[in-house]
């Protein structure tokens, strides 16, 4: 529903958002407020009486908004530290093997190379069209065999064997949380419930009775604007890995440049 917005500039689509939802407060209340006065409805209307029942209804609607904005952005904010993680625990993972003798640490560093090579080149792009990539896991199978092959032969190795054997767990455990977080989203239920409580709430900004149209329309346009700018918000971050301008592979560029390439300072 929301794919298109992860395809164009932010700003761009934070106008185009404003724009659909103060036009909608502004023609809804165009057509409602003639409707209205035609049949001397507005006479009828005591605004204390309007004005109690929508501060209820746009207090609730607060909360289960700025409730779903913040889950929203705690997705984001997970997804970026899960990846920053794990490249992380990649890189400890290639500085243990780096005390493996040969030819040993060189397979081992080479098929290290191949799985970050995996996750930037392949997993990604799968990521920003919200796919999960399987093509990892044998990579990491093939990783696993040879270090779970080898035997150390004194105490050192066997120190850096079990660090080594560590940090691969944790890059297993990370690489999952991952492929979770880019499957996570906003129910489908509970975007209905945002949609359908925005149109509730700038639809009851309808019902006030104001002499100067401008200024109705003002206050509804307002109410909408925040609204929309919530809604984009939400829409925008649920789905952090997903278009153009979501969370780019950057930190695993990072390690394969200046960790594997060897021009770390």
Same mark, same amino acid.
Do not use: C
């Given at each position: 529903?929301?794919?298109?917005?992860?395809?164009? #500039?932010?700003?761009?689509? @934070?106008?185009?958002?404003?724009?659909?939802?103060?036009?909608?407060?502004?023609?809804?209340?165009?057509?409602?407020?003639?409707?209205?006065?035609?049949?001397?409805?507005?006479?009828?209307?005591?605004?204390?009486?309007?004005?109690?029942?929508?501060?209820?209804?746009?207090?609730?609607?607060?909360?289960?908004?700025?409730?779903?904005?913040?889950?929203?952005?705690?997705?984001?904010?997970?997804?970026?530290?899960?990846?920053?993680?794990?490249?992380?625990?990649? @890189?400890?993972?290639?500085?243990?093997?780096?005390?493996?003798?040969?030819?040993?640490?060189?397979?081992?560093?080479?098929?290290?190379?191949?799985?970050?090579?995996?996750?930037?080149?392949?997993?990604?792009?799968?990521? /920003? !069209?919200?796919?999960?990539?399987?093509?990892?896991?044998? !990579?990491?199978?093939?990783?696993?065999?040879?270090?779970?092959?080898?035997? #150390?032969?004194?105490?050192?190795?066997?120190?850096?064997?079990?660090?080594?054997?560590?940090?691969?767990?944790?890059?297993?455990?990370? /690489?999952?949380?991952?492929?979770?977080?880019?499957?996570?989203?906003?129910?489908?239920?509970?975007?209905?419930?945002?949609?359908?409580?925005?149109?509730?709430?700038?639809? @009851?900004?309808?019902?006030?009775?104001?002499?100067?149209?401008?200024?109705?329309?003002?206050?509804?346009?307002?109410?909408?604007?925040?609204?929309?700018?919530?809604?984009?918000?939400?829409?925008?971050?649920?789905?952090?890995?997903?278009?153009?301008?979501?969370?780019?592979?950057? @930190?695993?560029?990072?390690?394969?440049?200046?960790?594997?390439?060897?021009?770390?300072?």
């Amino acid at each position: 529903m929301t794919d298109w917005l992860h395809d164009i #500039p932010s700003w761009l689509g @934070a106008v185009m958002m404003l724009a659909l939802f103060v036009g909608v407060a502004i023609g809804g209340l165009a057509s409602t407020r003639g409707w209205m006065r035609r049949r001397g409805v507005h006479a009828l209307i005591d605004n204390n009486v309007v004005g109690w029942v929508f501060s209820a209804m746009l207090a609730i609607y607060a909360i289960t908004i700025g409730l779903t904005a913040v889950a929203s952005w705690s997705n984001a904010v997970a997804a970026a530290n899960v990846a920053s993680l794990e490249a992380a625990e990649i @890189a400890a993972v290639y500085r243990d093997v780096d005390g493996y003798p040969e030819p040993v640490r060189s397979e081992l560093q080479r098929r290290l190379r191949s799985y970050l090579q995996d996750v930037i080149e392949t997993a990604w792009p799968a990521h /920003r !069209r919200g796919d999960v990539s399987h093509g990892g896991t044998g !990579r990491l199978n093939d990783f696993q065999q040879v270090l779970y092959g080898f035997e #150390p032969t004194t105490d050192a190795q066997k120190i850096v064997h079990a660090e080594a054997l560590d940090a691969f767990n944790r890059v297993v455990e990370t /690489r999952r949380q991952r492929m979770e977080v880019v499957s996570r989203t906003i129910p489908g239920t509970l975007w209905t419930v945002v949609l359908l409580g925005a149109a509730l709430a700038i639809s @009851a900004s309808w019902v006030f009775t104001l002499e100067s149209i401008q200024l109705h329309a003002i206050m509804s346009g307002l109410l909408a604007a925040m609204i929309g700018l919530l809604v984009f918000f939400i829409a925008v971050t649920d789905r952090p890995f997903h278009g153009a301008n979501g969370i780019g592979p950057d @930190a695993y560029r990072l390690v394969l440049h200046d960790l594997l390439d060897g021009t770390e300072p």
